[in-house]
C-alpha cells in the first residue's frame, strides 16, 4: 500500500487568507484526488489532479478558490483560497495506487 | 443523476451482534464498489468489488456486490467496540480519471 502524508494535520484560520495543504506519497502514482469532507456529510469531490495537466474540478469547485498544483508524481498541493467559515472542513488527499484508492491522514481545518 | 445511498444512516449494537450494512447505487459507467472505514479523518480502504456474486472477506468483513440489482452488503460477525466508525460505500466510475462517488455513510456504533 502507499503512504500518504498531510501538511498541515489542522489549522484555524482567519477569513480572508488562504491555505495550503501539501500530500506527499511515498511511491509514485498517476491519479490524484482532493476531497472535502463538511461536518456531518460525506466526500465531496473537489478536482482531480494528473502529474503534467491542468487539474479537472467538479461541478460547484473553481480554480480561483482551489488551485492545485502536482509538480511530480509523488506530491500535490491544495490551496484554499479567500476563506470563509463555509470552507471549514477536512480536506483529504486520495491517490490511486495499484488500482486502489487511498486517502491522506486529512487536514482539519476551521476559518473563523 | 448518479447516486450512491447507503442504509441505515445509523445503527446502534451489542459487542457480538451481527450487523448488514447496505449500499444501492445508480451510477454510468460502473467499474467498482469500494468499501471504507472512517474512524477519525482518513477512511482506510476495506473491500473493493467489481465482480457479482463474488465474496470477498478480511476476518469477520465480508462483503459482497450485486450488479443487477445495484446493490452491495458489508457484513460484520461478532461485532467489538473497535468497529464503532463511519463505514462509506463509493462506486468508482470507469472513466480514464477514476473518480468515486461516495454514500453518506452508515454510523455504527458497538456498544459494550
Known amino acids: 500500500s502507499a503512504v500518504i502524508s498531510q501538511k498541515p494535520s489542522r489549522d484555524i484560520c482567519q477569513r480572508g487568507t488562504s491555505l495550503t495543504i501539501q500530500c506527499q506519497v511515498d511511491s509514485q502514482v498517476t491519479m490524484m484526488f482532493w476531497y472535502r469532507q463538511q461536518p456531518g456529510q460525506s466526500l465531496t469531490l473537489i478536482a482531480t489532479?494528473?502529474?503534467?495537466?491542468?487539474?479537472?474540478?467538479e461541478s460547484g469547485f473553481v480554480i480561483d478558490k482551489f488551485p492545485i498544483s502536482r509538480p511530480n508524481l509523488t506530491f500535490s498541493t491544495l490551496t484554499v483560497s479567500n476563506m470563509s467559515p463555509e470552507d471549514s472542513s477536512i480536506y483529504l488527499c486520495s491517490p490511486t495506487y495499484q488500482e486502489t484508492q487511498y486517502f491522506g491522514p486529512g487536514t482539519r481545518l476551521l476559518v473563523l | 443523476e448518479d447516486k450512491v445511498v447507503q442504509s441505515p444512516l445509523s445503527l446502534v449494537v451489542h459487542e457480538g451482534d451481527t450487523v448488514t450494512l447496505n449500499c444501492s447505487y445508480e451510477?454510468?459507467?460502473?467499474?467498482?464498489l469500494l468499501w471504507y472505514k472512517q474512524e477519525k479523518k482518513a477512511p482506510t480502504f476495506l473491500f473493493m468489488l467489481?465482480?457479482?456474486?463474488i465474496e470477498k472477506k478480511s476476518g469477520r468483513l465480508s462483503s459482497i456486490l450485486d450488479k443487477k440489482e445495484l446493490f452491495s452488503i458489508l457484513n460484520i460477525t461478532a461485532t467489538q467496540t473497535g468497529d464503532s466508525a463511519v463505514y462509506l460505500c463509493a462506486v468508482e466510475y470507469n472513466t480514464n480519471a477514476g473518480k468515486s462517488t461516495f454514500g453518506d455513510g452508515t454510523t455504527l456504533t458497538v456498544k459494550p
Open positions: 489532479a494528473n502529474q503534467g495537466s491542468e487539474a479537472t474540478y
Open positions: 451510477v454510468t459507467n460502473f467499474r467498482s
Open positions: 467489481t465482480s457479482s456474486g
